[in-house]
């Protein structure tokens, strides 16, 4: 576990944190479970524990993730505890990631090698510059064919869509948000700002009823 100091004081407030000059192998020594941490091309980008907004939101998309690739059998919903190993020196961890079934990592394997189909990330004022200014191009230039990214914030979604060697980018602030990546897929944006979220199987219901019409 890593802990940012002020003084001797332990910085308890949202926090992201560069360490620069660090490899794979020192990154590995640095980082155990409890650590959440990337590495970029040389900075180990070190995170402050996620705020119950944050972790809210990314729990319940994930869910629905996961439970609607299950439910139709395309493949594994990781995130954001495992690490996505996108080439020599990039180790990120998006808050979630989809991989379709013919890639679908094993659970004896450390990490993912290579690029998701799909990768999530949920902003928020300690994350979104390296999110959207370090983690999207390294995402786009190894090839995700989809991002998304929640700002609850702003109270919108940007989708990137990757269409031959270039991405379309969408922003959503109502009504759904389909995905290509995730086949049948979609989410209503109200969801993501209601207090409390809704239940997620009532989601996931909706979800899959609208495929049967």
């Known amino acids: 576990m890593i802990l940012l100091k002020h003084g001797l004081r332990t910085v308890d407030k949202p926090y992201t944190a560069k360490v620069f000059g660090v490899d794979e192998d020192q990154f590995d020594e640095l980082v155990d479970e409890d650590t959440r941490a990337e590495l970029l091309d040389g900075v180990m980008i070190v995170h402050s524990p996620a705020t119950i907004e944050h972790d809210d939101v990314g729990g ?41 079934k013919r890639r679908a990592p094993s659970r004896k394997v450390k990490r993912f090698e290579g690029a998701p189909d799909l990768t999530l990330e949920v902003l928020s004022p300690s994350n979104r510059d390296n999110d959207l200014l370090d983690k999207r191009p390294a995402f786009k230039a ?72």
């Open 60 to 100: 319940f998309i994930r869910t629905l993730m996961r439970l609607y690739a299950r439910k139709r059998r395309l493949g594994k919903v990781l995130g954001p505890d495992s690490l996505v190993h996108l080439k020599t020196c990039r180790l990120l961890a998006p808050d979630a990631y989809f991989v379709e």
């Open 142 to 213: 190894a090839g995700v064919h989809e991002l998304w990214f929640i700002d609850p914030g702003a109270c919108e979604v940007m989708i990137d869509r990757k269409r031959g060697r270039h991405y379309n980018e969408e922003v959503v602030t109502r009504g759904k948000v389909h995905s290509d990546a995730m086949p049948g897929f979609w989410i209503d944006v109200a969801w993501l700002w209601s207090d409390p979220l809704p239940d997620e199987l009532d989601c996931l219901e909706q979800i899959l009823g609208s495929g049967r019409r």
